[in-house]
């Protein structure tokens, strides 16, 4: 079956980018179904309030509780024994389990995820515990940063996760070239023409050598990574790295200790 999104938020205008491009197309070719909600529909008082002073103190307001149990009861009416039928409730929140390629990846097997945009200083706890018994729930955070509201991390996190979705891209071989997931950042690209401004591609993408090129290519890969993301090295496996790249890594590790002693 396809996949179900659904979205609650007091700005639903944000939200609006989702119905473009890629996700949009994808939901008219009826490949997931995506429902973005107001929160002020489950208000019941005259000012459709959603949020209040916190307990204890402290700057800033919290959104209250009721209205929330009002949307996720209506998308979510039923309490499931099974914790593996329960659909998964993302909570965006710099407070959260970060989000990576790999639970994109989780969330593209889910059947049902509803998205939960918190504004203000965040959402009443009681909220997250209490939603328990019907979702798996999921603070999730896209990185150390913080953001005005959760809509520009679910925009991120729907992309992320669509995009996985079978039929969604039009050219499958750019997601199984991605997903040779070796850990490493990708290889700088170049297209025609072969000089421009005076900047010549390398010569070696020019050679018609297959194996020269996907050499040089992981030479690429591993000096980026090296540079920009020492963390990524740390965390390779044991078996990821061949003699020449470990060679190479020890040579631009050296280089970088002459360069640091002044
Ligand atoms: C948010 C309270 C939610 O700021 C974020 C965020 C940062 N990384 N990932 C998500 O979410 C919005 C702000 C304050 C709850």
């Given at each position: 079956m396809n996949p179900r999104y659904d979205v609650v938020s007091i700005f639903p205008e944000y939200l609006q980018p989702l119905e473009l491009s890629l996700i949009g197309k994808a939901r008219r070719a009826g490949l997931l179904e995506l429902t973005i909600r107001d929160l002020r529909e489950f208000t019941t008082d005259r000012h459709r309030t959603v949020d209040d002073t916190p307990y204890g103190g402290g700057a800033g307001m919290v959104m209250k509780a009721e209205p929330w149990a009002q949307a996720l009861e209506a998308i979510q009416p039923s309490e499931a024994?099974?914790?593996?039928a329960r659909p998964v409730l993302v909570v965006p929140s710099p407070a959260g389990e970060v989000f990576t390629q790999r639970t994109a990846e989780d969330f593209a097997r889910e059947e049902h995820i509803v998205f939960a945009c918190g504004r203000y200083e965040g959402i009443d706890e009681r909220v997250l515990e209490w939603a328990a018994d019907r979702f798996r729930v999921r603070p999730v955070s896209l990185g150390d940063y913080v953001l005005n509201g959760g809509e520009v991390a679910v925009m991120a996190m729907v992309e992320a996760t669509a995009?996985?979705?079978?039929?969604?891209?039009?050219?499958p071989e750019s997601l199984i070239e991605e997903s040779h997931a070796d850990g490493l950042l990708e290889y700088p690209v170049y297209t025609k023409p072969s000089v421009w401004r005076d900047r010549p591609v390398p010569e070696v993408l020019l050679s018609g050598n297959h194996a020269a090129i996907a050499r040089a290519r992981r030479d690429w890969q591993l000096e980026r990574t090296s540079r920009r993301r020492p963390d990524l090295i740390k965390d390779l496996p044991e078996d990821a790295l061949d003699r020449r790249d470990r060679t190479l890594l020890d040579e631009w590790a050296r280089e970088r200790e002459q360069d640091d002693t002044v």
């Open positions: 024994e099974d914790p593996e995009r996985l979705l079978p039929g969604v891209i039009g050219n």
